[in-house]
């Protein structure tokens, strides 16, 4: 069982910065791929940006050189430093920690409020 906590969330104004963090603990084995989705109201869960344990990421496309995730693989540690945000950004943010080897798993957080309002 992994535990992911996350951190970071808040309001701010837009044009604002805020950096999110998520930690995760309790399993032996690596974790491949973790990333930031969001979910605003009324809208399904989309996928804000993700990085594999090599360092490779990927970005939703309303994001691309705004956001940027970064990964702390010694501490099961992962990133999302969120610059210029916009209100559409408004959302819970989860963090995701997936592995695809065997024994494989997908674990969520418990979401975290980020608010963009003046």
């Known amino acids: 069982q992994v535990q992911l906590v996350e951190s970071g969330g808040g309001l701010v104004q837009p044009g604002g910065s805020l950096r999110l963090s998520c930690a995760a603990s309790?399993?032996?084995?690596?974790?491949?791929?973790m990333g930031w989705y969001r979910q605003a109201p009324g809208k399904q869960r989309e996928l804000v940006a993700a990085?594999?344990?090599?360092?490779?990421?990927n970005y939703a496309d309303s994001v691309q050189g705004r956001f940027t995730i970064s990964r702390d693989n010694a501490k099961n540690t992962v990133y999302l430093q969120m610059n210029s945000l916009k209100p559409e950004d408004t959302a819970v943010f989860y963090c995701n920690a997936r592995r695809f080897l065997v024994p494989r798993f997908n674990y969520w957080g418990q979401g975290t409020q980020v608010t963009v309002s003046s």
């Open positions: 309790g399993s032996p084995f690596s974790i491949d791929v």
């Open positions: 990085i594999t344990s090599g360092g490779i990421t």
